[in-house]
């Protein structure tokens, strides 16, 4: 059975700092994704990574993968407040399926 | 189209009713998932569809749950004889093939 996990599970930085969200998964897989989710809304896709050597980047956020090490990361740089909220990441399997990690909860403190 | 649509967004109901779900996906995507999301946890697959068939389903999808979507565009999701386990949001998403999956804003159900 897939296993995603994340670390940390929880989060408080300041603004202005950097810091790396982990992802590790236990099976091969030919893709990554990285979502967002404010409290009570619905996931937002971040990031779609497809082969190993991936690195994705949009505005203060970073994706990278490494499937021989079954590894994503998320990095923020300089974050600020509007990036607080939980980040997922999520392994598509066969058949489309996606399985999930529990999330980062992510506060950026000012 | 502005995306995955889903009704009701909330529903509360009295444990052993029914409810059913909807959902619309994007017009042109081909393939519409089931997931469902508890509190403080990552959502968890229940099933999918390409166009009207049943693909796959869960082992979380007992038998009280069923999923239909007829005519490979709307899909339902109804549960029956509700328990309070079963409050959680469900989530709709479509994609177009295996590409990247849309979601919809949830419906949060409510079991008392």
């Known amino acids: 059975e897939l296993k995603v996990e994340q670390n940390p599970l929880f989060l408080s930085m300041q603004e202005g700092k950097n810091y790396t969200i982990y992802c590790n998964y236990s099976t091969t897989s030919d893709r990554l994704y990285w979502y967002r989710q404010d409290p009570g809304k619905s996931l937002e896709s971040l990031f779609v990574l497809l082969s190993n050597g991936a690195v994705k980047q949009e505005g203060r956020l970073m994706a990278s993968l490494d499937t021989k090490a079954r590894l994503s990361t998320l990095h923020i740089t300089a974050a600020v407040h509007d990036l607080s909220a939980t980040y997922f990441c999520a392994v598509q399997t066969s058949g489309s399926r996606l399985t999930f990690g529990e999330g980062t909860q992510l506060t950026v403190n000012p | 189209d502005t995306g995955v649509s889903q009704n009701p967004r909330h529903k509360i109901t009295k444990r052993g009713q029914n409810v059913t779900f909807r959902c619309d996906p994007i017009s042109e995507h081909n393939r519409l998932y089931w997931y469902r999301q508890t509190l403080g946890q990552g959502p968890e697959f229940l099933t999918y569809f390409q166009n009207e068939a049943q693909l796959e389903k869960s082992r979380l999808l007992s038998d009280r749950f069923s999923a239909e979507r007829p005519k490979g565009s709307f899909s339902t999701l109804e549960i029956q004889r509700t328990e309070q386990g079963d409050s959680a949001m469900y989530l709709c998403?479509?994609?177009?093939?295996?590409?990247?999956?849309?979601f919809g804003s949830g419906t949060q159900l409510s079991v008392l």
């Open positions: 998403a479509s994609s177009f093939h295996e590409e990247g999956l849309f």
